[in-house]
């Protein structure tokens, strides 16, 4: 693969948090051919299903009021958000998209699954203890704490809706193809499968239910990659220098497998990644949502702590399968169509992880871990959806139609109903977007996240200066400048709209995106000399003193 063709590909997908070009992404997706009916995967697939439906159930019982469908009435301990937060985290691109990408290009994998980890300490350090004192329900509540409520609140729910969709339609276009690849059923099914269980899941279970699929649907990957990795390492003796010294000899990057190479080829396309990564992963509405869930500020503290430490531990095994791979999948005929050693792979690229699996522990672990990827599209679209749905009743409905005055039965059924339509608009644009490229569509999601929410929100925790009209301006111009850039970048203006060559020669926005809604909203503030502007700025001392012991904070719910 060429160097610039392999960054375009990595800067538009391969994001664990969505499901990516990487995954399912480019090429990939026309290229992706029905398999045959894996029963042992469908088997596992539907004891998973009415494990997760039984919890439904007993979610319904405790899901009475507005605190208990938003956020579990805040009574998840920090451990268990932890692991459902890692469950959010890690999706199937994790799992597939990684272990290929490692199987391909060595430590340039691994310097990619490093990137993401430099949002965890902005979360930890700097937003984690001030997102649970500050906000109720969404992260809305926070931007527009001693704002106008209205229009901050309208401006944050757009920008959150706008992650969500694209988010929902890469997730559910990656499940289609990635059903015909491990279940062999029809793409068509799968998205009303996919989109019906995500519907059940929150509409009558809420945040408890949405919780606790994200921690089984993280224990089964964790159970089912470790399993994998110990198999497949043990094959070496559990040497990693002898892992890595034949695989250098086998691989054809050789020495080079292990240093950096194709991610520095266009630096300003890697800088702009990285800044999407560490900056979106810090405004993406259903990771920030988590943090509503916990007890209280500490246990919001711990559940990052946690969070960190299980994806950390994932990715390495990630890595181990990804190298074992290279000698167990790479040296094995039958891996490869026509049995042609380095040609093409059997299913795609993105089965290497499959076929370990299958290689190390047959049929039924094969099954296992295709049942895993399956639950992790569930698990991550049930807190997309829930994610949408609160930021159209509680800050839309709720705060700016109703201006507070909605009762909390009211809201409660327009969650739900917001919920069933983002389950239908889900499916029918996973219908419409089947043989798109979707790799601009995480690419938007991540740019708008780290360009929209994130700057207004850093900003209104930290600096008394901002103004509702500053904020406004920054959200807005964030928005609509990551939304451009994208549409003009090569992903779409040359791959989707078919014109010739890109008016914006890079794939990521960030770089571009992320100084523009901060410029603006400091400029803004700045020039704001309305006497609202100063009620607002001296209302920051009342926001700093909560922020910091979490006096007048939303306690959890007994239950």
């Known amino acids: 693969m060429r160097k610039s063709s ?44 009415l494990m997760t439906l039984g919890i439904t159930y007993w979610a319904a019982s405790r899901t009475k009021s507005t605190a208990d469908f938003y956020t579990a009435g805040g009574g998840i301990t920090g451990w268990q958000n932890g692991l459902a937060i890692a ?36 979360i930890l350090f700097l937003m984690a203890e001030r997102l649970r004192n500050l906000g109720k329900f969404t992260f809305a509540d926070i931007t527009s704490y001693r704002l106008d409520q209205g229009k901050v609140r309208t401006m944050a729910a757009v920008s959150s809706l706008t992650v969500v969709c694209f988010y929902l339609v890469a997730q559910m276009v990656g499940a289609g193809q990635l059903i015909k690849l491990l279940f062999g ?31 089984i649907k993280a224990c089964m990957l964790l159970i089912g990659g470790t399993t994998v990795m110990l198999l497949a390492f043990s094959q070496f003796g559990f040497s990693f220098d002898e892992l890595t010294t034949r695989a250098m000899e086998m691989h054809k990057l050789g020495d080079k497998l292990l240093a950096p190479g194709s991610l520095l080829a266009d630096p300003v396309t890697a800088i702009s990644l990285g800044l999407g990564l560490m900056f979106g992963t810090a405004g993406l509405p259903h990771i920030l949502m988590r943090f509503f869930t916990v007890t209280d500020a500490k246990e919001a503290r711990k559940s990052v702590l946690y969070a960190s430490g299980i994806v950390a531990y994932f990715f390495n095994v990630i890595a181990i399968m990804g190298l074992c791979a290279i000698l167990i999948v790479g040296t094995n005929p039958a891996f490869f169509e026509g049995g042609e050693l380095g040609g093409k792979v059997i299913g795609g690229g993105n089965m290497i992880a499959m076929h370990l699996a299958s290689a190390v522990g047959g049929n039924l672990l094969l099954g296992f871990l295709s049942a895993v990827a399956f639950a992790t599209i569930l698990a991550v679209v049930a807190g997309l959806a829930l994610a949408g749905a609160s930021a159209i009743s509680h800050d839309i409905y709720s705060r700016v139609i109703m201006k507070g005055k909605a009762s909390e039965s009211t809201e409660l059924k327009v969650s739900k109903f917001a919920t069933i339509g983002l389950g239908v608009v889900a499916v029918l644009l996973g219908i419409a977007f089947e043989k798109m490229n979707i790799a601009f569509m995480v690419a938007l999601a991540f740019g708008v996240a780290a360009s929209a929410n994130f700057p207004v929100l850093i900003l209104s925790m930290y600096w008394r200066g901002l103004t509702t009209r500053g904020a406004l301006w920054g959200g807005y111009s964030g928005l609509v400048s990551a939304v451009m850039f994208v549409v003009l970048s090569k992903s779409v203006w040359v791959d989707v709209l078919g014109n010739a060559s890109a008016i914006f020669p890079y794939t990521q926005p960030a770089l571009f995106s992320m100084p523009i809604a901060f410029l603006l909203t400091i400029i803004v503030s700045k020039l704001d000399m309305s006497a609202r502007a100063k009620r607002e700025i001296e209302a920051f001392e009342d926001q700093y003193v909560r922020a910091q012991t979490g006096v007048g904070a939303a306690t959890a719910s007994s239950h």
């Open 6 to 49: 392999f960054l375009s590909r990595l800067a538009g997908g391969l994001l664990p948090l969505g499901f990516a070009a990487s995954a399912f992404g480019g090429d990939a997706i026309e290229a992706t051919e029905k398999q045959g009916v894996n029963l042992t995967a469908i088997g596992m697939f539907f004891a998973f299903v």
């Open 87 to 122: 469950g959010d985290y890690m999706s199937a691109a994790t799992l597939l998209g990684l272990t290929a990408m490692m199987y391909t290009q060595g430590v340039d994998a691994y310097i990619y699954m490093i990137a993401f980890f430099v949002g965890w300490p902005i």
């Open 185 to 215: 059923l029809d793409y068509v099914y799968a998205l009303f499968v996919v989109g019906a269980l995500m519907m059940v899941y929150v509409t009558f279970g809420g945040m408890v239910a949405t919780t606790w699929v994200q921690i």
